[in-house]
Each structure stands twice: as C-alpha cells, then as structure tokens.
C-alpha cells in the first residue's frame, strides 16, 4: 500500500509543472459535467467487470484526469460471480481509463488488488 502512494504522490508531483502555464485566456475555476465508465481489472485469481461510482477527479491538462473513486462491480472467483464495491486510484486520459481497484474479500479486513483498463464515455458538449 505505501508503494502505491507514493507512485501517487509521485505522479501528482511530476505534473505540477503544468500548473505554472500562463494563459491568457479565462477558464472556469469549476466545471460539472455527467460521465461513466466501463472497464475490466484482473487480480490474482479473479476478475471484474466495473462501471464507473463516484468519483473525485483533479484536472492535470485538458487531457488528462487523476483521481479516486468507488467502482461497483460483478465480481467473479472460483466459478462463482457476485457484486462487490471496490475504491480505485485511476488515470484518466481522453476516453482511456487506467485503474487499479482494491476489493474487500473474507476474512474480514483483508484486500486483495487488481489492474483494469476502461472506457469513459460522456455526455455530448454543446
């Protein structure tokens, strides 16, 4: 887990630079908009089909997200398909999700981890 934040930490750190443009143009310091996911994540043992939850997002370039978020999904092991909640750090670049939810499996307490790839489809802008 300490691996993992500090690749984030790291990755938050190294696009900072983008930050510092000047631009004279004036951007919305805040935008809504409605999106959804669909992807896949294969962990050890397992697979799943997710769809995009809630999500906190931070905009590195007009490209590119990063951010945290909750991924229902159809949870399949040893045969046996079910539904479980996962939470995922996830790259967002363009329509391409990249992904690496955590699930919590029994006994309880433990968390088993995955890498997914996903498709972010959005509402039209107008």
Do not use: H
């Not at 363009?94 to 790839?117: E, R």
């Amino acid at each position: 887990m300490k691996i993992l934040y500090c690749f984030l930490l790291g990755l938050i750190l190294s696009t900072t630079g983008f930050a510092q443009e000047k631009n004279n143009e004036q951007q919305p310091k805040m935008k809504l908009n409605l999106e959804g996911m669909i992807g896949a994540s294969f962990g050890k043992n397992f697979y799943t089909i997710n769809l995009g939850g809630p999500t906190l997002m931070l905009s590195v370039s007009k490209d590119m997200k990063i951010g945290i978020g909750a991924v229902p999904s159809l949870y399949a092991e040893g045969g046996k398909l079910g539904t479980r909640l996962g939470y995922t750090p996830r790259v967002d670049y363009q329509n391409i999700v990249f992904m690496t939810p955590f699930f919590p499996v029994q006994p309880f307490g433990k968390w088993v981890g995955s890498v997914g790839i996903g498709y972010k489809f959005q509402k039209a802008k107008k």
